[in-house]
């Protein structure tokens, strides 16, 4: 006989999803905490030096004596860091002001192309803190520009651009040694006061005007000289013509005959002791015979 629906025991409905294995679950966790770990430790242990740079390590505040070359390397995780020194060229601005010889304020902007060398790059982060541009070489160059400037006017600073940059970069190369290497200064700009810039103006504009008129008294007395020499050929030639028709008086008989137009008739002897029969030639400019 079956029993009443309300006396049956209650069946266990089975859940899609079983609990997870204690033990099971502190295997993962170990293994992810071990990953993560490890990644950790790889991280701290490797470093990559970028091309253009130079690294240098740092072990508990001490660094080393070499330096490290670009590519990928190992160093001990936590304790050393690794500090990279920039090698390439670079270009930084400096402004000056400076006085010239005639006491005349100059102020000169340049433009400094410079880098660093690997055989100073553990020294330079040794003794200088922050970029050594500021500190060692734009004070130099500062320096070596105003020694030179000091030496011409404004009018020639203006003029001799090229001849103060050499000297300035020879004096900087000296100042600053082989720690920086200053490769080249540029001269960008040179700003003079308005009203020195307006009298260095008057001046070149005088001194223009100046050679203008050098060279107008120089082409006059040339072309004095070549009118000269001119009418000394011209007596010349009216000389030998002279004597060539002293010496050959049928000359110039032919000469007025080339001259004729063929109408206009004069007398003409025929011969030096003007005896003999005349010719009747013109004299005036030549004219081409009128055809009828």
Known sequence: MSQPY????????PSDAEPMNPLL?????????M???LLILSTAATYVIEPGTRG??????KTADGFLPEGFGFK??????????NVRQRTQTVKADC???????????LRVLYRAPESSVVQIYREFAGDPFDSLIAPRVQEAIKEVTALYTAEQIVKSREEIKKKALTAAKQKIGNLLLVEDIVVRDINLSPELEKAIEAK?????????????????????????????GEAEAIRVRGEALRQSPAFLRWKIVERWNGRSPMVVPSGPENSGAALLLPIGPAEMPVVP
């Open 25 to 33: 679950a502190s295997k993962l966790i170990g293994l992810a905490a």
């Open 35 to 37: 990953t993560f770990v």
């Open 76 to 85: 001990a995780p936590f304790l050393t860091s690794i500090v990279t020194i």
């Open 56 to 61: 240098l390590k740092v072990t508990l505040g």
């Open 99 to 109: 006085f010239s010889s005639d006491l005349q304020q100059v102020k000169i902007d």
């Open 6 to 13: 309300h006396n049956r025991p209650l069946r266990k409905v």
């Open 204 to 232: 070149m504009v005088a001194e223009q005007q100046a050679n203008q008129a050098r060279f107008t008294q120089v082409q006059t007395q040339v072309e004095a000289e070549t009118a000269v020499i001119s009418a000394k």
